[in-house]
């Protein structure tokens, strides 16, 4: 546990590490093999008072830092990964919320969450764009009082789960991809708004991330959050990559806690002694451990520097954060699997399940490259270009 939390922040940090063993870890397994929303979940998060994570605190809800924010993120995909992944999601639309959004937006949107526990998605990704681009075909056009939205998003994390989605939009302004990207909130039930494929991958199953048409979308006036460009300045978007890595974290620490529970009470004969007591089994867990730890400070360390900073220093300590823990989760996640051999294999036991979910989540922007390259501009001082990752 990081030194100097509060004992609000610590009690917050154990209330999410007691909801992920006793509510999310029992149903990880059904959410993934049904790959389905995990909405019993998501209601135990709310009725817990962890949906309101990124909600200011003079609209009812936590309005955490980043650092007790990461480490609730971190706990809770401990107990599944699904749950953990999309209440970040949704924290982080809480926060653009914050940023962009007139008193009046508020104090309509917060309510359904704090509330109603209902949650808000985020649709960025194109099929015909590069991960992490600011770059968007999908179009938002004045049309009388509201505005009229076209086109086609896949990986739309909690499709057909949320209530509402934020969309991603260029708003045709500029040729500049920032200056023109609009952000918009399209509710749940929105007319042309239809599902493409089916969602039925390696991992991150209950994310439920198929692609979606937005087929003539009329939104209010209301719908919109703040004009074209702006999203992009607010800082909002490089906490992606910080929760992110925490829920990578949280994934890989779960793998190591079952993998040393196993060692520890496993016997194979003619073998005298237990698992654990094996020398390379030693050496690999700890090599485990000190993956995890280092990959755990650089998370609480980008956190604990994240107020005041800029998008691009924001962008380069997400990205080192980010780094750190896709290493660390695909090396622990593998080696949780070989050291406790075929059986780790079965779907009973979690250990293969955490090991696609953490092969398939690090697969999300800011790529391992990405992240080297924003980390390596940074050490030459470089300007770092967002439209690249906003």
Known sequence: MVSGLSKDQLELVDKAERIARECLAPRAHDVDAAGVNPKESWHD????????????????????????????????????T?????????????????????????????????DGGNLFGS???????????????????????????????????????????????????STDALASQQ??????DIAGLSQLDEWNTLGMRGTVSPSMKLDKCVVGPDAVLGAPGDGGKTGVTQG??????????????AALDCTKEFCLNQTFAPDPGRVADGLVVQRTIAEMAVAMNSAKQ???????????????EKAVLGARAKYLATVASLDVSSKAIQISGGRSAHKR?????????????????????????????????????????S
Not at 52 to 70: A, F, I, N, Q
Not at 144 to 158: A, N, Q, R, S
Not at 351 to 373: A, G
Request: aromatic share 8%; hydrophobic share 40%.
């Open 45 to 80: 998060v709310w009725q817990n008072g962890l949906l309101t994570l990124g909600v200011p605190k003079e609209h009812s809800g936590l309005g955490l830092d980043m650092l007790t924010y990461v480490m609730v993120i971190e706990k809770l995909a401990g107990g599944c």
């Open 82 to 114: 699904n749950t953990g992944m999309t209440v970040h999601m949704h924290s982080t639309v809480m926060r653009f919320i914050e940023a962009l959004g007139t008193d009046k937006q508020k104090s309509a949107f917060y309510p359904e969450v704090v």
């Open 123 to 173: 649709w960025g990704s194109e099929p015909e764009t590069r991960g992490g681009t600011a770059m968007r075909y999908t179009t938002i056009t004045p049309e009388g009082e509201g505005y009229v939205i076209d086109g086609i998003k896949h990986f739309c994390t909690m499709a057909g789960g949320a209530h509402r989605y934020m969309i991603h939009c260029n708003a045709q302004n």
């Open 183 to 188: 952000l918009a909130l399209v509710p749940h």
């Open 240 to 253: 992606f990559s910080l929760g992110f890595a925490a829920a990578y974290v949280g994934a890989a620490q």
């Open 298 to 312: 650089a998370l609480y360390d980008a956190a604990s520097q994240w107020e005041g900073k800029t998008p691009n």
């Open 349 to 389: 036991m979690p250990l293969e399940r955490i090991f696609r979910d953490v092969r398939t989540s690090t697969l999300m922007p800011p790529n391992l490259d990405r992240c080297l390259e924003l980390i390596g501009r940074a050490e030459f001082d470089l300007d770092t270009p967002l439209n690249r990752d």
